[in-house]
């Protein structure tokens, strides 16, 4: 499978990705968040230079500052709002690949400000497409957006990549308004067999791991109470979610951007069109699990309490929503690699020992990319083999 050894706070780095990151320039949208944070942390591990774009840094507890993803890649702060500067700053990168990450990312905020989640999840994703259609040069862009871009109708089976578009909420149509400017953009301008961008859309479950501090989030919820010894105050226990580690729609994300690129065999079964469109990266159904059951998992690994309690500021909020993940499984051959229980346990463990001092952020961190790594080339996942 050949992997080779890296003494960098005990990381074993791995031939991943058909190695297609070392020495690369990528572009992150939206660095500063939870996912953008453990993405260019894993992109650091794998050679890349990394420059990220966002408009903001959050003045508290925050997985960007922890790693000190600030010292160790070039770090510009802007708004996906505004054409110019965006446009500057890509330009200036040069890019090989871009992730797009940067959104308003919280449902219940959208209620709060449904102009500004609308922008930005929807313009902000418009002006970077446009920005590339002028340029110059090769660049492969996956735009990340979410599960909740599907019209949900309480359906017991997952949504697949066909499916109609929507949302009751403002976060959710943003993104249902996303993918369909993004599919608008790929057939408007890059879908002709010498175009030099290529680009894809995914949509991930609900993803937990250590270093998520958002408010009206579950898991953070939970590190919070447990922190303090508090009991965990839940809202919904039986709404029911595709729960994922971080790490699962990251490796999705990575390994499509490589396929995207040109330089990797594909697939048998694929084409470079089939590659250049919308991908779910979810769990398997065994993770399709109430909150109530994340949360008596959670308990497992950190002794606690929970409590129910209902909001008094109560907003819709979906009862049932999964993915389905077959067209990912045939045309890229990604699938999950670590199980429900597995995710949980890892990102307890995260939260529970940087609270400790057991480990600190950054050896938590590239611990559990690490071991997942290792989990990847054990189970013969196709990213983590050389080509």
Same mark, same amino acid.
């Given at each position: 499978?050949?992997?080779?050894?890296?003494?960098?706070?005990?990381?074993?780095?791995?031939?991943?990705?058909?190695?297609?990151?070392?020495?690369?320039?990528?572009?992150?949208?939206?660095?500063?968040?939870?996912?953008?944070?453990?993405?260019?942390?894993?992109?650091?591990?794998?050679?890349?230079?990394?420059?990220?774009?966002?408009?903001?840094?959050?003045?508290?507890?925050?997985?960007?500052?922890?790693?000190?993803?600030?010292?160790?890649?070039?770090?510009?702060?802007?708004?996906?709002?505004?054409?110019?500067?965006?446009?500057?700053?890509?330009?200036?990168?040069?890019?090989?690949?871009?992730?797009?990450?940067?959104?308003?990312?919280?449902?219940?905020?959208?209620?709060?400000?449904?102009?500004?989640?609308?922008?930005?999840?929807?313009?902000?994703?418009?002006?970077?497409?446009?920005?590339?259609?002028?340029?110059?040069?090769?660049?492969?862009?996956?735009?990340?957006?979410?599960?909740?871009?599907?019209?949900?109708?309480?359906?017991?089976?997952?949504?697949?990549?066909?499916?109609?578009?929507?949302?009751?909420?403002?976060?959710?149509?943003?993104?249902?308004?996303?993918?369909?400017?993004?599919?608008?953009?790929?057939?408007?301008?890059? %879908?002709?067999?010498?175009?030099?961008?290529?680009?894809?859309?995914?949509?991930?479950?609900?993803?937990?791991?250590?270093?998520?501090?958002?408010?009206?989030?579950?898991?953070?919820?939970?590190?919070?109470?447990?922190?303090?010894?508090?009991?965990?105050?839940?809202?919904?226990?039986?709404?029911?979610?595709?729960?994922?580690?971080?790490?699962?729609?990251?490796?999705?994300?990575?390994?499509?951007?490589?396929?995207?690129?040109?330089?990797?065999?594909?697939?048998?079964?694929?084409?470079?069109?089939?590659?250049?469109?919308?991908?779910?990266?979810?769990?398997?159904?065994?993770?399709?699990?109430?909150?109530?059951?994340?949360?008596?998992?959670?308990?497992?690994?950190?002794?606690?309490?929970?409590?129910?309690?209902?909001?008094?500021?109560?907003?819709?909020?979906?009862?049932?929503?999964?993915?389905?993940?077959?067209?990912?499984?045939?045309?890229?051959?990604?699938?999950?690699?670590?199980?429900?229980?597995? %995710?949980?346990?890892?990102?307890?463990?995260?939260?529970?020992?940087?609270?400790?001092?057991?480990?600190?952020?950054?050896?938590?961190?590239?611990?559990?990319?690490?071991?997942?790594?290792?989990?990847?080339?054990?189970?013969?996942?196709?990213?983590?083999?050389?080509?």
């Amino acid at each position: 499978m050949g992997f080779r050894s890296c003494t960098v706070e005990g990381l074993v780095e791995h031939s991943m990705f058909a190695d297609q990151f070392r020495g690369r320039r990528v572009f992150v949208t939206g660095h500063t968040g939870f996912k953008g944070a453990w993405l260019c942390e894993w992109l650091l591990q794998l050679g890349a230079k990394v420059t990220g774009y966002s408009d903001e840094v959050a003045a508290d507890q925050n997985l960007f500052a922890s790693l000190g993803l600030a010292q160790r890649m070039r770090h510009l702060l802007g708004d996906v709002r505004d054409l110019t500067a965006l446009e500057q700053a890509v330009r200036h990168a040069a890019p090989d690949f871009v992730f797009h990450l940067a959104a308003q990312s919280l449902v219940r905020r959208s209620y709060a400000d449904p102009i500004g989640t609308v922008t930005t999840n929807v313009t902000g994703t418009a002006n970077l497409l446009d920005v590339l259609r002028r340029l110059d040069h090769p660049v492969a862009c996956v735009v990340v957006t979410s599960d909740k871009c599907y019209e949900n109708r309480e359906v017991l089976h997952g949504y697949r990549e066909d499916d109609a578009l929507g949302g009751h909420d403002p976060y959710s149509a943003s993104k249902g308004a996303a993918e369909i400017i993004t599919h608008a953009y790929r057939r408007s301008f890059f %879908s002709s067999p010498d175009s030099k961008v290529r680009v894809a859309s995914t949509r991930a479950g609900n993803v937990i791991g250590g270093g998520d501090w958002a408010v009206d989030r579950i898991v953070p919820d939970c590190a919070r109470s447990l922190a303090r010894a508090a009991p965990i105050v839940v809202r919904n226990p039986l709404a029911t979610r595709p729960w994922q580690h971080v790490l699962e729609p990251l490796s999705g994300y990575l390994w499509l951007a490589a396929l995207l690129s040109g330089n990797v065999q594909l697939p048998r079964v694929a084409l470079a069109a089939d590659v250049a469109s919308g991908f779910n990266f979810g769990p398997l159904p065994e993770a399709n699990r109430s909150v109530a059951a994340l949360v008596k998992e959670v308990l497992m690994h950190w002794p606690g309490s929970w409590t129910q309690e209902a909001s008094v500021q109560a907003v819709h909020e979906a009862g049932l929503l999964g993915l389905a993940i077959d067209k990912a499984f045939h045309l890229l051959q990604w699938q999950p690699t670590w199980s429900f229980a597995q %995710s949980v346990a890892a990102t307890m463990r995260w939260y529970r020992d940087t609270h400790t001092g057991a480990r600190g952020v950054p050896a938590a961190t590239r611990g559990d990319i690490a071991e997942y790594q290792q989990a990847a080339v054990q189970q013969g996942q196709r990213w983590a083999q050389s080509s």
